[in-house]
C-alpha cells in the first residue's frame, strides 16, 4: 500500500535550550514563525526538556502551544484534559489543575538526599540548584529573578550547576551506584533517579499511534547527549548545530545533521516536515 505522504499524522518532539532557544541568551523570538506554521500545519509540536512545567509553561505560552509536554528531562508528562480521546490513562490518570500526569520520575527530594550523601562520602564539590537562594540561583544561571523562581520549581530532577571537570567520572560514577542517572545537557547536569527522555517520548507515541493509528510520523530534534534517548525512538531524528558549528556526537543511524545553530536550523526542519515525508 502507498501511503499519500501529505495525509499522514506528523509530530514533532524538541529539545528547548540551544534547540529552540539560543543557548546563550534564551531567547526564542526566532522560533515563533517556525512553530505557528507548524500548527497551521496541524503538526503537534511537543516539548521534551530539562526545564521544569512552571519554565515551560511559560514559553508554551508565549509559542501558542496547547498539547502535552514532556518535563525535567522525562520525570513527567503533562497532557491537557480531553486532548487524547482514545488514551485509557486520560480517563484514570493523575489531575494536577487542567493537565494529567504521568510521573515516571522520582522526588527531588529522594535525589537531593542522595546527593547530600554523595557529597559526604567523596568530599566531591559541586553546586546545584538546591543549594542556592533565589538571589543566587539568578546570579550564577544570569536568569532574572523571576525565571530564575520557575527554574527552582523542581519536582523531578536536580540541576547541577558548576563541578570541576576532573570530578565528572568520579561524580557519575558514584551517583550511578546510588541509582542515580546523570544527563549531560548543552548547559548544565542533570541528575535523576532513573527517567530520561526516551520513556516519556515513548509513551506519548503510544498515545498518538491510539489516537491516529498506527499511521503516525515522529520527528525529533535536539542538539545535545541528553536528547539521545528521545531521538532514539522517533522516526526521523535530527541535530542542531551548537554555538560552535558543529553537531553533537550521536550513535544514531538516519541522523539528519542540520544546518544552523539552535534554532536558525528551524526553518530546515520545516522543509523535512513538510516537504519530504
Known amino acids: 500500500m502507498v501511503h499519500d505522504n501529505s495525509l499522514r499524522k506528523k509530530v514533532l518532539f524538541s529539545d528547548i535550550d540551544g534547540t529552540l532557544t539560543n543557548i546563550i541568551t534564551g531567547e526564542y523570538s526566532c522560533s515563533k514563525t517556525a512553530i505557528q506554521t507548524l500548527k497551521q500545519r496541524d503538526v503537534p509540536v511537543i516539548l521534551c526538556s530539562a526545564k521544569t512545567m512552571a519554565e515551560q509553561e511559560l514559553i508554551?505560552?508565549?509559542?501558542?502551544?496547547?498539547?502535552?509536554?514532556?518535563?525535567?528531562?522525562?520525570?513527567?508528562?503533562?497532557?491537557?484534559?480531553?486532548?487524547?480521546?482514545?488514551?485509557?490513562?486520560?480517563?484514570?490518570?493523575k489531575r494536577l489543575g487542567k493537565f494529567v500526569?504521568?510521573?515516571?520520575?522520582?522526588?527531588?527530594?529522594?535525589?537531593?538526599?542522595?546527593?547530600?550523601?554523595?557529597?559526604?562520602?567523596?568530599?566531591?564539590?559541586f553546586q546545584a540548584v538546591g543549594d542556592l537562594s533565589l538571589d543566587e540561583l539568578s546570579k550564577v544561571t544570569r536568569l532574572q529573578p523571576n525565571l530564575a523562581k520557575l527554574m527552582a520549581e523542581r519536582e523531578f530532577a536536580e540541576t547541577i550547576l558548576s563541578i570541576e571537570k576532573d570530578d565528572l567520572p568520579d561524580f557519575s560514577k558514584r551517583a550511578q551506584l546510588m541509582g542515580l542517572k546523570v544527563i549531560y545537557g548543552g548547559q548544565f547536569i542533570d541528575v535523576t533517579a532513573g527517567n530520561d527522555k526516551g520513556r516519556a517520548v515513548s509513551f506519548l507515541m503510544d498515545c498518538f499511534k491510539k489516537e491516529?493509528?498506527?499511521?503516525?510520523?515522529?520527528?525529533?530534534?535536539?542538539?545535545?547527549?541528553?536528547?539521545?534517548?528521545?531521538?532514539?525512538?522517533?522516526?526521523?531524528?535530527?541535530?542542531?548545530?551548537?554555538?560552535d558549528k558543529t553537531w553533537s556526537s550521536v550513535d544514531l543511524k538516519n541522523t539528519i545533521n542540520l544546518p544552523g545553530i539552535g534554532p536558525y536550523a528551524l526553518k530546515y526542519v520545516l522543509e523535512i516536515i513538510m516537504k519530504q515525508f
Open 60 to 93: 508554551r505560552q508565549e509559542l501558542g502551544l496547547t498539547g502535552p509536554f514532556i518535563v525535567e528531562n522525562g520525570g513527567a508528562i503533562l497532557v491537557p484534559e480531553g486532548y487524547f480521546n482514545k488514551s485509557v490513562f486520560c480517563q484514570d490518570g
Open 101 to 125: 500526569i504521568v510521573e515516571l520520575g522520582r522526588p527531588v527530594s529522594f535525589i537531593r538526599e542522595k546527593l547530600n550523601v554523595l557529597r559526604k562520602e567523596s568530599n566531591l564539590k
Open 212 to 243: 491516529y493509528g498506527k499511521d503516525v510520523i515522529f520527528f525529533g530534534i535536539g542538539d545535545s547527549p541528553n536528547d539521545v534517548p528521545m531521538l532514539s525512538e522517533v522516526d526521523v531524528p535530527m541535530l542542531v548545530q551548537k554555538p
